[in-house]
């Protein structure tokens, strides 16, 4: 396997296999046991019913935070956990997790201290907003809980500048600042922790599209939800990290539930140059009247704005709703008044089902982010244990994935012989550490293949130091930039495709590429990345055009994206013509 292939495989592959462990559920959870896992040389499949991590690990807010509001219901120990976790990412993969300066705007002095108190004895209090000594407070804690590996600068709480005075609304006279983190593409670090994975085990392997449908004596059934084949492997364990689907996972395994509920968080992504500049690369993190905490920060060249917490039942059927748009459209009204915003503003939605144990909370605020592992034994009709991960929140993956991973190897009869702790993920192994080392390496990307410094230089910052042999890679294919998407090649789409184990279009358009959530999918750049794909899959002319449609349709009806519904039989151009229409490049993403 060469550098820059990934261990993807269909199901049919699989037929009559044995694996230790088989984990159901390829979102971050259940790829960071696979990682952990592969770790100890324990051979390992994970398989997933959509694409890799397309559930609710695909539309999370992006941060990887301690969880600074979680202290009010006491959870000490989580908040604990989750900025070692933070810390932790910041410097394993920091190609894609960077720090994140956070301002939290105050209007008045003693506000919250009761009600704080009152949440944290398990009471409900009457909504009102919190002040600067509950802030304070609260800020000192999150540091102190944060100071094992510090990588960021503690808190300060000062006079509102004035540059703020035009930011936020008159009522503010104080700005806490503090530090937490980010991550530009979640869905590419799933992919490389499975990259990581089958290179530590060369016997593990990834399949998407393929459902578990049974399990009886140590044998699951499988299907390809491509071409609909059933296959039979056999383990000696399975892990189920399906999230808000566990229990429904566990009742086609034989285990217990129910467990989980789910609560769904909608996001949206503006196209608000004025406000983008305003916040200065910091995020405003603040409370709406209805007390819920709400975040906005710079998203590389947009602004994303998050999220509700509604209770949902069903984790298959949901979308940002529209009164959902409205709230937090009023909710930047609120907070930044001097500025205008419309729905005309919102370039992108999307939305995903937080996963948590079961509570009867009378407020989806209240409900624990804790996460815990729970073990089925075998039974009379299954004769291997199953691992149930609980809850969890992606900042804390590595953690959830190490104590899942301990279960399961007790349960093997094997010890653990590495920690990922310190371990690099992907391309955040031998990362150039300045600015000095990073124009040294760009030197030798453009060197070693003859690519612009740009071009190298939006390499290294979507995939870290595997940029450089991709580079040689992309230069020896003729990397052409896309007419319509200038920022990608046909040659860099064509990896995409063929090695990251990409089945449908929207695969590619929104969690392979960042094009989709920045906006950027026209029609035309759609056709041209569709005629791409089917040139590197092998698509015939009704395949291609119905992968068109559909991504077409989901971007339209899930994402809100401004697209025209794809005439039937419409021409797909080839990737041929499309490089004939290409542009020069554009700057770095």
């Known amino acids: 396997m060469s550098a820059w292939q990934l261990p993807f495989v269909r199901p049919a592959s699989l037929e009559g296999r044995h694996f230790s462990t088989v984990i159901v559920g390829a979102g971050i959870n259940g790829v960071g046991v696979f990682r952990d896992l592969s770790?100890?040389?324990?051979?390992?499949?994970?398989?997933?019913?959509?694409?890799?991590?397309?559930?609710?690990?695909?539309?999370?807010?992006?941060?990887?935070?301690?969880?600074?509001?979680?202290?009010?219901?006491?959870?000490?120990?989580?908040?604990?956990?989750?900025?070692?976790?933070?810390?932790?990412?910041?410097r394993n993969a920091p190609h894609l997790v960077q720090p994140l300066k956070t301002v939290v705007p105050l209007s008045s002095f003693f506000g919250g201290l009761l009600s704080s108190a009152l949440k944290f004895f398990g009471r409900t209090p009457p909504q009102r907003t919190r002040g600067l000594l509950a802030v304070a407070a609260g800020l000192r804690l999150y540091d102190l809980l944060g100071r094992r590996q510090r990588v960021m600068p503690g808190h300060r709480i000062s006079r509102v500048p004035t540059n703020d005075r035009r930011l936020f609304r008159a009522a503010i006279r104080w700005t806490a600042t503090f530090f937490d983190a980010w991550i530009s593409h979640p869905?590419?670090?799933?992919?490389?922790?499975?990259?990581?994975?089958?290179?530590?085990?060369?016997?593990?392997?990834?399949?998407?599209?393929?459902?578990?449908?049974?399990?009886?004596?140590?044998?699951?059934?499988?299907?390809?939800?491509?071409?609909?084949?059933?296959?039979?492997?056999?383990?000696?364990?399975?892990?189920?990290?399906?999230?808000?689907?566990?229990?429904?996972?566990?009742?086609?395994?034989?285990?217990?539930?129910?467990?989980?509920?789910?609560?769904?968080?909608?996001?949206?992504?503006?196209?608000?140059?004025?406000?983008?500049?305003?916040?200065?690369?910091?995020?405003?993190?603040?409370?709406?009247?209805?007390?819920?905490?709400?975040?906005?920060?710079?998203?590389?060249?947009?602004?994303?704005?998050?999220?509700?917490?509604?209770?949902?039942?069903?984790?298959?059927?949901?979308?940002?709703?529209?009164a959902e748009i409205d709230y937090l459209i009023d909710v930047l009204?609120?907070?930044?008044?001097?500025?205008?915003?419309?729905?005309?503003?919102?370039?992108?939605?999307?939305?995903?089902?937080?996963?948590?144990?079961?509570?009867?909370?009378?407020?989806?605020?209240?409900?624990?982010?804790?996460?815990?592992?729970?073990?089925?034994?075998?039974?009379?009709?299954?004769?291997?244990?199953?691992?149930?991960?609980?809850?969890?929140?992606?900042?804390?993956?590595?953690?959830?994935?190490?104590?899942?991973?301990?279960?399961?190897?007790?349960?093997?009869?094997?010890?653990?012989?590495?920690?990922?702790?310190?371990?690099?993920?992907?391309?955040?192994?031998?990362?150039p550490a300045d600015a000095a080392a990073t124009e040294r390496f760009i030197d030798k990307m453009t060197a070693g293949s003859g690519l612009g410094r740009a071009r190298a230089l939006g390499l290294l910052r979507r995939y870290g130091s595997k940029a450089l042999p991709l580079a040689q890679r992309l230069a020896a294919s003729g990397d052409t930039p896309l007419r319509h998407a200038p920022e990608y090649s046909a040659a860099e789409l064509s990896y995409l495709c063929m090695e990251t184990g990409v089945?449908?279009?929207?695969?590619?358009?929104?969690?392979?590429?960042?094009?989709?959530?920045?906006?950027?999918?026209t029609d035309d750049a759609l056709a041209e990345i569709a005629g791409v794909a089917a040139e590197a899959?092998?698509?015939?002319?009704?395949?291609?055009?119905?992968?068109?449609?559909?991504?077409?349709?989901?971007?339209?009806?899930?994402?809100?994206?401004?697209?025209?519904?794809?005439?039937?039989?419409?021409p797909v151009p080839s990737a041929f013509d499309a490089s004939l229409m290409a542009s020069p490049v554009l700057g770095p993403t």
């Open 187 to 322: 869905e590419w670090l799933i992919l490389e922790l499975i990259g990581d994975a089958c290179r530590d085990q060369p016997r593990s392997a990834a399949a998407n599209y393929c459902r578990v449908t049974g399990c009886a004596g140590n044998i699951l059934t499988l299907r390809d939800e491509i071409t609909g084949a059933l296959v039979r492997v056999t383990a000696d364990t399975v892990v189920n990290a399906t999230g808000a689907w566990l229990d429904r996972s566990a009742a086609v395994l034989g285990g217990a539930g129910p467990r989980v509920m789910g609560t769904k968080g909608s996001h949206l992504v503006l196209d608000h140059p004025a406000l983008r500049d305003a916040l200065e690369g910091r995020m405003a993190y603040f409370e709406a009247v209805d007390g819920r905490v709400c975040i906005v920060y710079p998203f590389l060249d947009r602004v994303l704005v998050g999220s509700t917490d509604i209770p949902v039942e069903d984790p298959d059927q949901i979308v940002t709703e529209p």
């Open 333 to 431: 009204r609120e907070v930044f008044p001097n500025m205008a915003f419309d729905r005309n503003h919102v370039i992108y939605t999307y939305v995903g089902v937080r996963p948590l144990a079961r509570s009867d909370a009378d407020k989806p605020g209240q409900i624990s982010r804790d996460h815990s592992v729970v073990v089925d034994p075998p039974s009379a009709t299954r004769d291997v244990p199953i691992v149930g991960l609980v809850g969890g929140k992606w900042t804390t993956f590595r953690a959830l994935a190490e104590e899942a991973t301990d279960h399961v190897l007790r349960h093997l009869g094997r010890s653990r012989t590495a920690s990922t702790e310190s371990l690099p993920i992907g391309g955040g192994a031998e990362l």
């Open 537 to 570: 899959l092998g698509w015939d002319a009704t395949r291609a055009h119905q992968e068109l449609s559909a991504c077409a349709a989901a971007l339209r009806e899930r994402h809100g994206v401004r697209l025209q519904p794809v005439a039937a039989h419409e």
């Open 503 to 521: 089945v449908h279009l929207d695969d590619l358009v929104i969690r392979r590429t960042l094009l989709a959530i920045r906006g950027l999918v």
């Open 39 to 90: 770790l100890q040389r324990v051979d390992c499949l994970i398989v997933d019913k959509g694409d890799f991590g397309a559930g609710a690990s695909s539309a999370p807010s992006r941060m990887i935070h301690g969880g600074l509001r979680y202290l009010e219901n006491g959870s000490f120990s989580l908040v604990a956990e989750a900025t070692r976790e933070r810390n932790l990412l910041l």
